[in-house]
């Protein structure tokens, strides 16, 4: 009878597994098996012992479930915060309206001080953004005010004053 002793698992060299080709084993060596179902036995024993216990399934399970868990809140956020939003929709009319963005926070600031629902009250007309203009500068300190004033002579020049004149 021919035996051939074949590394199939990445086991320690003192576990090597003897493998027989026809007959179960002539020896009952420690450690050795004896026939082809206990060498399938020893091999899942090794592989579950080892590899697959109930904790790495556990883990792995636990991770695969945060990990889609995750993910699917980071899409319904998405979805709230960048799908239909008065804000995105004020971004897209003044991007189309060649505000910057620093213009844009300006409006924003405005509104946020003024307790407005969005900033697109502001692009509405002319006198709405000087009334909410006018009540924010107010509040803000004498350099502050000269440089948000410039800036808002600015917007609501490109916004009104040079739209009307292309129209």
Do not use: K
Not at 2 to 30: E, G, K, S, W, Y
Not at 72 to 98: D, K, N, T, Y
Not at 121 to 131: F, G, N, V
């Amino acid at each position: 009878m021919m035996f051939v002793n074949l590394p199939l698992l990445p086991v320690p060299p003192d576990r090597l597994i003897a493998v027989a080709t026809a007959a179960p084993l002539a020896t009952d060596a420690p450690g050795r098996p004896r026939d082809q179902y206990e060498y399938l036995r020893l091999m899942r024993e090794h592989w579950f012992d080892d590899l697959m216990s109930v904790e790495s399934i556990i883990i792995v399970m636990l991770v695969l479930g945060l990990s889609i868990a995750a993910l699917w809140l980071w899409q319904v956020w998405r979805r709230r915060h960048l799908g239909s939003s008065p804000l995105l929709s004020f971004h897209r009319i003044a991007v189309q309206a060649g505000l910057s963005l620093a213009d844009q926070w300006v409006l924003v600031r405005i509104a946020r001080a003024r307790r407005l629902h969005s900033p697109l009250t502001l692009l509405l007309c002319d006198t709405t953004l000087s009334h909410h203009a006018d009540r924010y500068l107010a509040t803000l300190t004498a350099p502050r005010r000269a440089t948000t004033t410039r800036r808002l002579r600015r917007i609501q020049r490109q916004l009104f004053v040079e739209q009307v004149g292309h129209g």
